[in-house]
């Protein structure tokens, strides 16, 4: 009885959603989804990198460095091979120690699973027993799990910043990490769009809106 509950105010609540993302006209802008990647390497770096830092001015240009510099690091054994020769520091285009040790640490958990594609990580990804053995790795969360889903094809919704001021405007509460990728996940399927569709159009909203507030703020 407490499912079926808990399964309605979610429903209720993507109603919500749903129906500010109308108002709202995030709709209207039919952003093109996150790429899908068929590169490891690229796959693995933006899952590093995007987290707490600017994807169109920091992220999104180093991901077309490495597509660009390293296009043979596709599968794992080829990227182990060039962050061996290379060094993650000159893969990533990052000094920072935190996430350079970060993706180190992922390459090895990969690699220990025997993964070598993307369409072998896609279906690992679809396993319960692996997403939590993933987030073993220092730094991986809820969040990263699922926009590394994301990046290799799953239509899935990544809570971030975004989803969660979205979240907040149309009056939700509730703040848990799983509670939200459920009731964004249930309003792109009322709203008849793909959720990979629905999460971009709401980055974009919220990012334009951010936009505009910062030009106000020092206009």
Known sequence: MAEKQNTMDALHAARCIADHAVRSGVLESRASCRPVY?????????????????????????????????????????????????GSVKFLQWEHSEKVSRFDALVDFVAEEKIDSTAELSRALQDSAFRAQIRNVRGVGPKTVDYMACLVGADCIAVDR????????????????????????????LLS??????????WLYQSEKSARQLSFEFA
Do not use: W
């Open 38 to 86: 068929h590169h490891m390497g690229a796959v693995l770096a933006d899952s590093v990198l995007q987290a707490g830092l600017n994807y169109a001015k920091v992220v999104r240009p180093r991901i077309a460095s490495i597509l660009r510099l390293f296009p043979q690091a596709a599968t794992l054994t080829a990227l182990i091979d060039v962050v061996d020769r290379e």
């Open 162 to 189: 975004h989803i969660r001021g979205f979240a907040e405007c149309a009056g939700l509460e509730d703040t848990s990490y799983d509670y939200l990728r459920d009731v964004f996940s249930y309003a792109a399927d």
């Open 193 to 202: 769009i793909s959720r990979r569709e629905f999460d971009a159009g709401i």
